[in-house]
């Protein structure tokens, strides 16, 4: 076994009260791949960041090349050939790989020549053909993805990390990029590949970490595993047995949604997409962290143009957010930022999309004092702080905001809900608050939508539980009842549903 160039141990990591990595240990040995795998929360992004200088780790020990190192940074890292792909694509689309290439370095005299000659020759090193002078912006997806790997290994990294590089790589890119790391690998360079797809583990990694809640539960090589043993060790064993839930007894299909289809770009996020929820039903939509989960979101909301139907109570509102709101649709986007009005107070945030309405305007002038009740109302309910509808929304917490946000959206008792992360960022007494309002919508005869990165939060409160993974829905599952934890995994790590690779 060859020596770690980078190696973490009990390594502790919290952003306030949540606890993200928890005694978490790591290698990185030269030539090989490590896959760091886990689900959506269970730390690995933060630990690749920790490992990359991006973030700091709270407590914990960090070796380079087998000494101690401390007040380790971006730049030391940078310095000691530590590059990082993160998942959301750092170039500015206006100007060319080569150009952002010259825009990451330092010095007083630039070099375009000598840019292009260590970008052709890292292009060469994975076999890659790319437009180095052409503007990003009109690169495909994988060449944007493979231009900032080059850049990388052109600014003479010796490890690399990349952060889900093929989460929105169709299957050829993706077989294109996992031979371009083992190419990289036998050269010598090690790479930490972040990734929930366990096909791609299996095909491209030396060895494995998998980490669940902040801990790692499993570290050693890829060989003689099978990709659903990590599939049960992603996800763990839940226990529902004490979840309590109404069960609809409706088959009143509040929302339908037909062959739904979804393009970025030229690139595919969502590919025929057909469902439907009941009156009282809660849909959880499970899977990780990407394209997907907004594009499915914000499509039902009417904020995207698609291809196929999107029906409320009967009523086709596809692609319009005027007409999908006036059809009694209500949306909790997952940027908070999004929904909230910072420059408004708590009053009128509540009242902020019935304003036209009896309630809160007569003869044209606004009832400021039905505002302010309203207001009363949704702080009461869930908790904002401060207890102050004049206060502006913009000085609340995250936090508190996101309750705000939630408060206004079922205040009005919408037939149905679309809610994407409800809780994310949240203690456990607002996340508890706010599951309970969602249930309570279900039980008044909503028809409820939640996409989250919480697994458990989606078998808490759902009904039923269906999959997305590569902008398809892949699986279903009835949560009434025992339920299959490792076909959930399996799922969510794009395997098949009967078999895994050997």
């Known amino acids: 076994m060859t020596q770690a160039l980078i190696s973490l141990s009990g390594v502790n990591k919290s952003f306030g009260s949540l606890r993200a990595l928890e005694d978490a240990s790591i290698a990185l040995r030269q030539g090989e791949v490590t896959a760091i795998v886990g689900e959506n929360g269970a730390g690995k992004s933060t630990l690749a960041k920790i490992i990359a200088g991006i973030l700091p780790m709270d407590t914990g020990a960090f070796n380079l090349d087998g000494g101690a190192v401390t007040n380790w940074s971006r730049r030391r890292a940078i310095e000691a050939g530590i590059g990082f792909v993160p998942q959301s694509l750092s170039f500015l689309k206006s100007l060319s790989i080569t150009e952002n290439h010259l825009l990451a370095k330092t010095g007083l005299r630039l070099d375009r020549k000598a840019a292009s000659a260590e970008l052709a020759e890292a292009a060469s090193l994975m076999d890659m053909s790319l437009d180095l002078d052409a503007p990003v912006g009109r690169l495909s997806l994988a060449e944007r993805q493979m231009g900032e790997i080059i850049a990388a290994l052109a600014d003479g990294a010796r490890v690399l990390l990349l952060d889900e590089p093929t989460s929105a790589l169709g299957p050829i890119e993706i077989d294109r990029l996992v031979a371009a790391i083992r190419k990289l690998a036998a050269s010598g360079t090690s790479i930490g590949l972040?990734?929930?797809?366990?096909?791609?583990?299996?095909?491209?990694?030396?060895?494995?970490?998998?980490l669940r809640a902040g801990r790692v539960v499993l570290d050693g090589q890829v060989g003689g595993l099978a990709g659903e043993d990590i599939a049960r060790l992603m996800v763990g064993d839940r226990d529902r047995s004490a979840k309590e839930k109404t069960t609809s007894q409706s088959t009143w299909a509040r929302l339908k949604v037909t062959d739904l289809s979804v393009k970025e770009g030229e690139t595919v996020v969502l590919e025929g997409l057909s469902f439907s929820i009941r009156q009282g039903e809660i849909l959880a939509i499970a899977g990780v962290a990407g394209a997907s989960q907004p594009a499915l979101a914000e499509a039902l909301a009417g904020l995207r143009a698609i291809r196929g139907s999107v029906e409320v109570d009967g009523v086709e509102v596809s692609g319009d957010a005027v007409r999908t709101a006036n059809a009694d649709l209500a949306f909790i986007p997952e940027n908070r930022a999004d929904g909230v009005a910072a420059d408004l107070t708590i009053a009128e945030n509540a009242s902020l999309f019935a304003m036209a309405g009896k309630?809160?305007?007569?003869?044209?002038?606004?009832?400021?004092?039905?505002?302010?009740?309203?207001?009363?109302?949704?702080?009461?309910?869930?908790?904002?702080?401060?207890?102050?509808?004049?206060?502006?929304?913009?000085?609340?917490?995250?936090?508190?905001?996101?309750?705000?946000?939630?408060?206004r959206e079922l205040a009005e008792k919408p037939g149905v809900i679309v809610v994407h992360g409800p809780t994310q960022g949240l203690d456990l007494a607002a996340s508890a608050g706010i599951r309970g309002a969602l249930v309570r919508s279900a039980g008044e005869g909503a028809a409820v939508v939640v996409l989250s990165a919480?697994?458990?939060?989606?078998l808490?409160?759902?009904?039923r539980l269906v999959v997305l993974t590569h902008g398809r829905l892949v699986a279903e599952f009835d949560l009434s009842g025992p339920v299959d934890m490792t076909a959930i995994g399996r799922a969510m790590a794009g395997l098949p549903a009967q078999e895994t690779p050997a």
């Open 359 to 407: 309630t809160f305007r007569r003869f044209g002038t606004r009832r400021r004092a039905a505002e302010r009740a309203r207001g009363l109302e949704i702080i009461e309910a869930f908790d904002v702080r401060p207890p102050n509808p004049e206060a502006q929304a913009g000085g609340l917490s995250g936090g508190n905001q996101q309750k705000l946000l939630v408060g």
């Open 454 to 458: 919480d697994l458990d939060e989606l």
């Open 460 to 463: 808490e409160i759902g009904h």
């Open 194 to 210: 972040v990734t929930h797809r366990i096909t791609e583990v299996m095909r491209g990694a030396d060895r494995i970490t998998v």
